[in-house]
T-cell receptor
Framework: NAGVTQTPKFQVLKTGQSMTLQCAQDMNHNSMYWYRQDPGMGLRLIYYSASEGTTDKGEVPNGYNVSRLNKREFSLRLESAAPSQTSVYFC?????????FGPGTRLTVT | EDQVTQSPEALRLQEGESSSLNCSYTVSGLRGLFWYRQDPGKGPEFLFTLYSAGEEKEKERLKATLTKKESFLHITAPKPEDSATYLCAVLLNSGGYQKVTFGTGTKLQVIP
């Protein structure tokens, strides 16, 4: 039982490049989430998916897109990376009342 | 505006020295308050959910309590392995969807 897994762990992009962050969970949760964590800002919700086939914007969705591929997988795409998107990205799954986080992806955009 | 404020930002304790961390909130439509522990370079680890004022939950040396305006995480006789950043978060009903707002955390260091 791996819980929530994320790939890659680290990534460096140049401004304007695109990439997809992958997330998978094996806990059979309906809900999945993407957060970013910046120093002094706390975790902020980017997008979430309450169930397979649905996605909704969170607090900071601009510059991102998501895909809920199936119940297990929820990906986050940066179409044209900007330095302001340098952050640590966490995927989580859960029931809404309890969320279980992955180990994070540390992304640097130069 | 919904706000979650944690204090202090950092706390240094001697091993065995009990203390409390505070999470105060000004929100409407609270559905629950969570506490998480985060170790450096790792994702947050779920500790507790509290649903209503007066509720308490315990896990080993940690005890979480909730009032209508704030939550406390009490740490009794802490050990060095309790060193971590402790995050609180609130779950709200906002515009028809569930909104989670996190505080910025309290970084706890327990010295042997």
């Amino acid at each position: 039982n791996a819980g929530v897994t994320q790939t890659p762990k680290f990534q460096v992009l140049k401004t304007g490049q695109s990439m997809t962050l992958q997330c998978a969970q094996d806990m059979n949760h309906n809900s999945m989430y993407w957060y970013r964590q910046d120093p002094g800002m706390g975790l902020r919700l980017i997008y979430y998916s309450a169930s397979e086939g649905t996605t909704d914007k969170g607090e900071v969705p601009n510059g991102y897109n998501v895909s809920r591929l199936n119940k297990r997988e929820f990906s986050l795409r940066l179409e044209s990376a900007a330095p302001s998107q340098t952050s640590v990205y966490f995927c989580a799954s859960g029931t809404g009342f309890e969320q279980y986080f992955g180990p994070g992806t540390r992304l640097t955009v130069t | 505006e919904d706000q979650v404020t944690q204090s202090p930002e950092a706390l240094r304790l001697q091993e065995g020295e009990s203390s409390s961390l505070n999470c105060s909130y000004t929100v409407s439509g609270l559905r629950g308050l969570f506490w998480y522990r985060q170790d450096p370079g790792k994702g947050p680890e779920f500790l507790f959910t509290l649903y209503s004022a007066g509720e308490e939950k315990e896990k080993e040396r940690l005890k979480a309590t909730l009032t209508k305006k704030e939550s406390f995480l009490h740490i009794t006789a802490p050990k060095p392995e309790d060193s971590a950043t402790y995050l609180c978060a609130v779950l709200l009903n906002s515009g028809g969807y569930q909104k989670v707002t996190f505080g910025t955390g309290t970084k706890l260091q327990v010295i042997p």
